[in-house]
């Protein structure tokens, strides 16, 4: 089986599809390019192949595992972000939070940051969300073809694999939230706030419920006024990003 899922994602760094061939991908990439057009923005002005990445691993932390629990339940587990793009998309705002600073008495120059209500700012925000839309629809399109590589080594046609438990959530990430009476910007890295987990349910012949899952969260607010796009890589960048759990049972 391990075999089977490393011919059909891609691991290393650098790691690209040949071409997109199948249906679901092109729903997904599409879906990204109108987000993209939307933002005002063009992804392949940071990293051309960004197509040919949606379903790949990475490297560093990122990893496929397969696990059994306690009661005989079997999770398929990934760890990925955004990929290149994510990475290139941080860095250029990086540049630009280095420049607006320039003069400003810092602690230290990783903590260059952009002010909220200007147009860095706000360009900074909306390219990082299209990143993390980019990383959950990769873990998606991963997700997708783990679950076909088990269906086949079950020897049953991939529908008969039916997802009891599906978790899909970023843990380096950037959102406003209110916390204390007070909107702020607030950074995840290698966190997740429980309101954050997406889960979707079923039950199947060959899928079972594990006894319990959950997540702990945790952050650290920044000013309301300006963020700081030193931190974690859009959806996780090339640090790594979140996991998608699927439950099933042979």
């Known amino acids: 089986m391990r075999e089977a899922i ?11 599809n040949r071409a997109v061939s199948r249906e679901h991908t092109e729903t997904r990439l599409a879906t990204l390019r ?3 057009e939307e933002t005002g923005f063009d992804p392949a002005e940071h990293a051309r192949r960004w197509e040919l990445q949606l379903g790949t691993l990475g490297s560093g932390n990122h990893f496929i595992e397969v696990s059994a629990d306690e009661q005989a339940g079997v999770w398929l587990f990934l760890h990925s972000g955004s990929r290149g793009v994510g990475n290139k ?8 939070a280095a420049q607006q600073c320039e003069g400003v008495d810092l602690p230290h120059r990783d903590l260059a940051y952009l002010t909220e209500g200007t147009p860095e700012f706000d360009r900074y925000i ?4 299209w990143a993390q839309t980019y990383a959950l629809l990769n873990r998606e399109e991963m997700m997708g073809r783990v679950v076909r590589q088990v269906a086949e080594w079950l020897a049953v046609d991939v529908a008969a694999v039916e ?17 204390f009476g007070e909107t702020v910007w607030l950074s995840r890295k290698g966190a997740i706030t429980p309101r954050s987990v997406d889960r979707a349910s079923s039950r199947g ?4 419920r594990p006894t319990s899952s959950s997540a702990r969260a945790a952050g650290r607010p920044s000013t309301r006024h300006r963020t700081v796009p030193g931190g974690p890589a859009p959806g996780g960048g090339r640090s790594g990003s979140s996991p998608w759990r ?3 049972q042979r």
């Open 205 to 208: 012949r060959w899928a079972r």
């Open 163 to 179: 997802r009891v438990e599906e978790i899909n959530c970023h843990h380096n990430y950037t959102e406003q939230e209110v916390h």
């Open 34 to 36: 109108a987000l993209a």
């Open 6 to 16: 490393e011919r059909a994602i891609p691991l290393h760094a650098g790691a690209a």
């Open 126 to 129: 909306a390219q990082m969300r």
């Open 89 to 96: 998309i941080a860095q250029q705002h990086i540049r630009v």
């Open 246 to 248: 699927t439950c099933g």
